[in-house]
């Protein structure tokens, strides 16, 4: 169970109860955060109460975390030896028992409209990919999550290649840090405006990580983003939600792609387990927590002849009815042996428009870096994979080429 986040007075020190209450809710943090081959804690790994615990069993005031995650975070400092508002005896200590380690950037890709897209390196060898979608007065970063996915969503390239492993908080949020340092490297002017965990991955099959990644994209110390400006996106981990409404106000987007459990079962298979009623109740339990001025997103993927009938965008008006929401319609990015194809321009805009005739709110999100296989649903990355799902699709790739050449 991550830490909560506590407001501590950065002059003051931690009292014993709150180190209790910490050490209740985190047992084991340097275990849990260490990269057993060294032997040191690598700090991308902890929000600031994780980082007022660490820096309290050193016999430090809580202000060392201010001061650590500006250094990070704000000026993009990982060398403890120029971090000199900290004592060189504290340096020293830093050194020998933690890190502030980064995967690498192994391949960048520039698109013709300008988005940009990284291939990083994490662990086991395996490659995930991070996406930056510039707009108007925006930047959007669309980070991962895991490497590859547990789920197997039909229409989407990343569950294909299977499942190795989740992300740890420190290569979740490196991947802000170091597009956000590339950004300065290029001479832009705007930095990233928006984090939505949208790429590789399950987020809330990955709680943990991604809370305290999280923690830290909204942290003033760190990124200092809205909350409405940093999204988590689930398929439907119902519990999860639930747990999440705990811990953070996080904005929450749900992948619901069918106006009905039949067709979801098929589409998006965790529906089996959570079926739409029970997705949409945990939905309006989040909203609880929010706030009447805020709103979820509701993610729907158009898939010709399969849910982008008026009659669909009817029974997905009512299925949504009395909840806070608005409509992200997204037309199918196609990619190999998929089985689906991207709607005419016309049937989106009059599946969109039957919805805003409803009184809903609802965008259509412009397909962006489809050149460099950028776009949503189209992430790969390089997984080794723990299961057999990247084996059959890519049997199946092969055999659609063989049928097509023959």
Same mark, same amino acid.
């Given at each position: ?7 501590v ?43 007022d615990l660490?820096?309290?069993?050193l ?20 060398d403890?030896a120029?971090?000199?508002d ?5 340096r ?37 990919e ?8 925006r ?29 740890t ?14 950004l ?20 809330l ?26 999204t ?30 039949s ?7 965790i ?10 109740e ?35 008006a ?19 042996a ?28 412009? !397909? @962006? ?5 950028? #776009?949503?649903? *189209?992430?790969? %990355? /390089?997984? +080794?994979?723990? !299961? @057999?799902r990247?084996?059959?699709?890519i #049997?199946?790739? *092969?055999?659609? %080429? /063989?049928? +097509?050449?023959?």
């Open positions: 169970m991550r830490a909560e986040r506590v407001a007075d950065a002059n003051r020190t931690v009292s014993d109860t709150e180190k209790t209450n910490l050490l209740d809710k985190k047992t084991n943090l340097l275990d849990k955060k260490t990269n057993l081959s060294v032997g040191k804690t690598n700090l991308l790994d902890l929000n600031r109460a994780d980082l660490f820096f309290a069993d016999g430090e005031r809580p202000y060392r975390t201010m001061q650590i995650m500006k250094w990070i975070y704000h000026r993009g400092v990982i403890f120029l971090m000199t900290l004592s060189k005896v504290l020293a200590r830093l050194a020998e028992i933690a890190e502030i380690r980064l995967p690498g950037i192994v391949a960048e890709q520039c698109s013709v409209d300008g988005t940009r897209k990284w291939a990083i390196r994490v662990g086991n060898g395996n490659c995930v991070t996406v930056l979608i510039p707009g108007s007065g930047n959007t970063l669309c980070v991962s999550s895991q490497v590859g996915c547990m789920l197997d969503c039909r229409f989407c390239s990343t569950g294909k290649q299977g499942f190795n492993g989740n992300l908080a420190a290569e979740i949020i490196a991947q802000v840090w170091l597009v956000q340092r590339r300065q490297e290029l001479g832009e002017a705007q930095g990233i405006t928006n984090v939505v965990l949208m790429g590789m991955g399950e987020p099959l990955n709680f943990d990580a991604t809370v305290t990644a999280t923690d830290l994209m909204m942290d003033d110390w760190a990124f200092g983003l809205s909350k409405r400006r940093v988590i996106s689930t398929a439907g981990v119902v519990p999860a939600i639930y747990e999440l409404g705990k811990v953070t106000d996080v904005s929450l987007a749900v992948s619901l792609h069918a106006p009905d459990n067709l979801r079962n098929e589409l998006v298979p529906n089996r387990k959570y079926p739409i009623e029970e997705l949409l945990a939905c309006r339990h989040y909203l609880d927590g929010l706030g009447e001025r805020r709103s979820i997103t509701i993610e729907y993927t158009l898939m010709k002849g399969v849910n982008d009938s008026l009659e669909q965008a009817d029974a997905v009512g299925l949504l009815r009395g909840l806070r929401c608005k409509v992200n319609l997204i037309p199918f990015n196609p990619f190999p998929s089985g689906f194809e991207r709607p005419e321009t016309e049937t989106v805009k009059a599946f969109q428009n039957r919805l805003m005739n409803h009184g809903y709110a609802t965008m259509l999100r412009t !397909t @962006r870096g489809e050149d460099i296989d950028a #776009a949503c649903g *189209q992430l790969v %990355g /390089a997984v +080794e994979d723990r !299961t @057999r990247q084996a059959r699709y #049997a199946r790739v *092969q055999a659609q %080429g /063989a049928t +097509e050449t023959a």
